[in-house]
């Protein structure tokens, strides 16, 4: 292959083979040409690179090869996107839970929340009631009674609906704990049932028995004016 | 942004948020945990609000992609609000690259190598300015403060006021807020408090509402006992006095929103009493008044100070009735006023719009909304 043809080839990669058959035109008469030793030493050792580096792009070129079938491989792809939606589902399971588990916490303020302002409310309703109650009870003793006699009337009568309210209240409140109570432990709820019934008797003759000591202080009280 | 098609981006994650938010963030922090497992400890077991959180922050980032100098401040402040997580250097291209791989899977077909070039080099921007905010802020402040909680005074059934101590006194001005996280509690999860004393002391006093499903205020209003560990993120908030302005102030607080304003209030104490101030704080029913005595002793103690206690509910409150923004605006002229609001959203809301229609001028204006907790 002369320089010449080379040209030709000039869209071709070139190749150490292509170096190394070059030849190159004799200068004409006089000596004005580069020394034909250190030219072909030239060629040569530009061959020997070309070599190398082919060589090196080759490798390179298979290796990516490798690397893309690798990584446009169907069941890779597939195993990624699979763990993945794994991942998706486990995630979502615990968001659930834990969501379910802040809405009953939600639910259990909001109840108590709202039993609390009810509560609240019924008992301003009770101590307006017991109020009311009294001063029926006072305006209800007869004038010539005196002051005294219609305040007792007042406070006595204040103190039986007041403690009335507040026991039907209480007994509201514990049936409202032992309901809850028993949903959550038949067995401890029923014995424990049982044993308040047993209280609630022996309290009932108490009440009678203080019944009667306060009707002996108010009596002391209005011999004691006189 | 230079030879980054920010339309394209823009239009790029609208097509990709159309798969539904949610969906999209799930796909990328199951990306990332895959990838990089490590990271699943930095976060709560619940992700839902961290989702919320992403797709949020992100649509922000990329409407403003345009404006870059108007983000850097965000940017700054996410940077280094994230220290208190655990982010490090390394993390950052990770999460790059569980972005880019998210953005890539909703696309579909309509991806190619300029979105993925231009989301990588927005993506180095972004990530640049956050940590570059980080090591900034390490070199004078740590990650975040540990505490200790020393008492829990359970006001009423669902709010509590806490004293808190931390290790190290922690750098914020009156009316600021931080993230806590009850560290032996609940941890990972992270909700903003305000102190309602300014900074000196290593103590905060701290007022949490329960709020129904709230991880962190159910902890701390039922759950926080002496000595449970707490940590605090860095304070961040506007709500603060302005030192060059000697104009009077009108606070007007709803519920635990009252904290800042206690904040603001020994602040003005602090500084010499000066500007004459009036407190609006609101409720919904009586019982929710937790803070009566210290409100009526700040009242006797500062002739300067006026404060005012409005029941919106409840028909036994022999004082102002009605909602606390509507009682504020007919009680006076605040015209020249510097105003603070802070309470739920809702609340600040209106009582924001009820000041600007009977003359506030916005600018004047400083307000924080209290939300989920």
Redesign the interface.
């Known amino acids: 292959m002369t320089a010449d043809t080379d040209k030709s080839h000039q869209a071709a990669r070139l190749t150490a083979e292509d170096l190394r058959r070059t030849t190159f035109p004799e200068t004409r008469g006089r000596s004005l040409g580069y020394d034909e030793q250190a030219v072909e030493a030239f060629v040569e050792r530009c061959a020997a690179s070309v070599e190398q580096l082919t060589a090196q792009v080759r490798e390179r070129e298979e290796e990516v090869e490798r690397l893309r079938r690798r990584v446009m491989e169907p069941d890779n792809q597939d195993r990624v996107l699979q763990a993945l939606s794994v991942l998706t589902k486990a995630q979502q399971t615990a968001d659930t839970t834990v969501a379910n588990a802040n809405a009953y916490s939600g639910r259990v303020m909001a109840d108590a929340r709202s039993f609390y302002d009810d509560a609240r409310s019924k008992a301003a309703e009770m101590a307006e009631e017991a109020h009311r109650q009294a001063e029926e009870a006072a305006d209800a003793v007869a004038a010539e009674h005196g002051e005294m006699e219609r305040q007792t009337a007042y406070l006595r009568t204040l103190r039986d609906v007041t403690r009335t309210q507040m026991e039907k209240f209480l007994a509201g409140l514990l049936d409202h704990v032992a309901e809850e109570y028993g949903r959550a432990y038949p067995e401890a709820a029923e014995a424990a049932a049982k044993q308040a019934a047993a209280g609630r008797v022996i309290r009932s003759d108490n009440n009678a028995t203080e019944d009667a000591g306060a009707r002996v202080d108010t009596g002391s009280r209005g011999g004691s004016r006189g | 942004m230079t030879g980054i098609d920010t339309d394209g981006l823009k239009r790029n994650f609208a097509a990709v948020a159309a798969h539904g938010g949610d969906d999209v963030a ?2 990328f ?3 990332l ?2 990838h990089y497992p490590e990271t699943r400890d930095m976060f709560p ?4 609000r961290q989702r919320d959180r992403l797709i949020g922050a992100l649509g922000h980032i990329v409407s403003q992609v345009d404006q870059v100098a108007d983000l850097v401040p965000f940017l700054q402040d996410l940077g280094r609000d994230h220290r208190k997580f655990g982010a490090l250097r390394p993390h950052y291209p990770a999460v790059g690259e569980s972005l880019v791989a998210t953005l890539r899977h909703f696309s579909g077909d309509t991806w190619n190598s300029k979105l993925e070039s231009d989301w990588s080099a927005a993506y180095g921007i972004v990530a640049d300015a956050m940590m570059d905010a980080a090591e900034e802020a390490a070199k004078t402040e740590p990650p975040f403060w540990e505490a200790e909680v020393v008492d829990v005074d359970r006001r009423t ?2 709010i509590a006021v806490l004293r808190v101590r931390t290790a190290e006194p922690l750098p914020y001005v009156a009316g600021q807020s931080f993230a806590v996280e009850a560290t032996d509690l609940r941890p990972r999860e992270w909700r903003w408090y305000t102190p309602a004393n300014p900074p000196g002391d290593t103590e905060l006093e701290l007022h949490a509402r ?1 709020v ?4 962190v205020s ?1 902890t701390l209003v039922r759950s926080a006992g002496p000595g449970d560990r707490l940590r605090l993120g860095p304070p961040i908030g506007r709500l603060t006095l302005d030192a060059s302005s000697d104009r009077p102030l009108l606070l007007v607080a709803g519920g635990t929103g009252l904290a800042p304003m206690k904040a603001l209030v020994a602040q003005l104490a602090a500084d010499g009493g000066h500007r004459r101030t009036t407190l609006f704080f609101g409720v919904r ?1 009586v ?1 929710e008044v937790y803070d009566a005595d210290a409100l009526a002793a700040l009242d006797t103690a500062h002739d300067w100070l006026t404060v005012v206690t409005a029941v919106s509910e409840d028909t ?1 409150w022999q004082g102002q009735r009605g909602l606390v923004g509507e009682v504020a605006v007919v009680a006076g002229d605040w015209s020249d006023h510097d105003a603070y609001v802070c309470g739920s959203p809702p609340m600040v809301e209106a009582t924001v719009k009820l000041l600007v229609d009977h003359g506030v001028p916005e600018e004047n204006i400083r307000y924080d909304e209290f939300g989920e907790s």
């Open positions: 799930l796909f922090y199951s990306h945990f895959l077991p619940a992700m839902t059934f669902d329960l129904a499903g709230g991880p159910t029913t019982r036994q």
